[in-house]
């Protein structure tokens, strides 16, 4: 069964770093999106994307963070400059459509120290 | 703020028995609504997902939808251990693609 895919599964970074993380969305999919998890809290919408620009973002989804589709499979969150706070767990979600079941992968754990 | 409630728990329920989890939500267009399923530093995993008022049924899982009293269920028949874990109830409001998430309810299943 086609899935979600992420990579790294974790990531430890500094203060201040740049970090990419990185996703493979289901092949027929047409909308991607991240969410992030903060642990011990809810799961939150940062943005979603749609036909190579983005279609919705929260104000979490500040100047720090953007996201690209550089090929045809591969879509990425960028965080510019990370911070202490940014410290969660990061999920890419694909759907076949808008408002239809989002499918997560199974996320990358980010540590800022 | 569009607002997703749920009982945080943890409801605790024996093997074999109905597990009933309960949501509320604040938009009175969502049109979408799933229940996920999140095993301590996992993912969220799709259960099932309702559209319209009633019931659906997907083997020991039954989802109920009264859109009047903008509330969610999810019943979960003959509980197994391995249902243990925190259950998302998630709304997408109409005109948007994101997904609101409730803080989860801990389900545990005891032997």
């Known amino acids: 069964e086609p899935e979600v895919t992420q990579t790294p599964s974790h990531q430890v970074t500094q203060m201040g770093q740049e970090v990419i993380l990185r996703c493979v969305p289901i092949?027929?999919?047409?909308?991607f999106y991240w969410y992030r998890q903060i642990l011990g809290q809810k799961v939150e919408f940062l943005v979603s994307f749609y036909n190579n620009e983005i279609s919705e973002k929260s104000e979490i989804f500040d100047d720090q963070f953007s996201v690209e589709r550089p090929d045809g499979s591969n879509f990425t969150l960028k965080i510019r400059s990370t911070k202490l706070e940014d410290s969660a767990m990061y999920f890419c979600?694909?759907?076949?459509?808008?408002?239809?079941?989002?499918?997560f992968g199974p996320g990358t754990r980010l540590l800022v120290l | 703020q569009k607002e997703v409630e749920q009982n945080s728990g943890p409801l605790s329920v024996p093997e074999g028995a109905i597990a009933s989890l309960n949501c509320t939500y604040s938009d009175r267009v969502s049109q979408s609504f799933f229940w996920y399923r999140q095993y301590s530093g996992k993912s969220p995993e799709l259960i099932m997902s309702i559209y319209s008022n009633g019931d659906k049924e997907d083997g020991r899982f039954t989802a109920q939808l009264n859109k009047a009293s903008q509330y969610v269920s999810l019943l979960i028949r003959d509980s197994q251990p391995s249902d243990s874990a925190t259950y998302l109830c998630?709304?997408?409001?109409?005109?948007?693609?994101?997904?609101?998430f409730g803080t989860g309810t801990k389900l545990q299943v005891i032997p």
């Open positions: 979600a694909s759907s076949p459509g808008v408002q239809e079941t989002q499918y």
């Open positions: 998630a709304v997408n409001s109409g005109g948007y693609q994101k997904v609101t």
């Open positions: 092949s027929n999919h047409l909308y």
